[in-house]
């Protein structure tokens, strides 16, 4: 079974600029999750899907959005970026939220703000 | 405020002796804990869970609900072992993880 996927693998974006990533959850898998990590502040939740919709959100400003489609596929936006916005974006994917379901770690999208 | 907090950012132990990586966690209620780890080049994955009480790679962990600590511990560690370990409770009903800042194990021969 194919793991998580993560497009773009690298970004380079400037400032103001805004971006899309995208994650493709493992076949079968309906929850999505969204870290960033930095070398300063490390793994930070950033929001989760289930079925569409968004169960959980973390403390990052209204410039980081996201949405899940139909297919369990999620996407992140990032407007106006900055430069404290680089870092490397990773999504996780499990069958459903809860407990008994292991998440799943793609390889992460770097993001490069310049 | 519901915390997570891994006091050592790098341990270095020889191949075969113990190894203890710690995690304190201040939350109300009862987390769900887990252990994640990332290997040189990998992804992150799940190394083992609270409530399954199981030993995964001769790693276990014991929830200690009075001091709210969640250790990790082998009796001898392998080269194989070096990686960043990242403490990680779960809470409310979701898959949200509030992940530690991590601990660099390096194992030396």
Redesign the interface.
Known sequence: KA?VTQTPRYLIKTRGQQVTLSCSPISGHR?V?W?QQTPGQ????LF?Y?SETQ??K?NFPGRFSGRQFSNSRSEMNVSTLELGDSALY?C?S?LE???SY???????TRLTVT | AQRVTQPEKLLSVFKGAPVELKCNYSYSGSPELFWYVQYSRQRLQLLLRHISRESIKGFTADLNKGETSFHLKKPFAQEEDSAMYYCAPRTGGGNKLTFGTGTQLKVEL
Do not use: V
């Open positions: 793991g929850s999750s870290y490390g793994l930070q939740f989760e289930f169960r959980n973390g990773l996780a499990s939220p809860g407990q292991e998440q799943y770690f793609g390889p992460g």
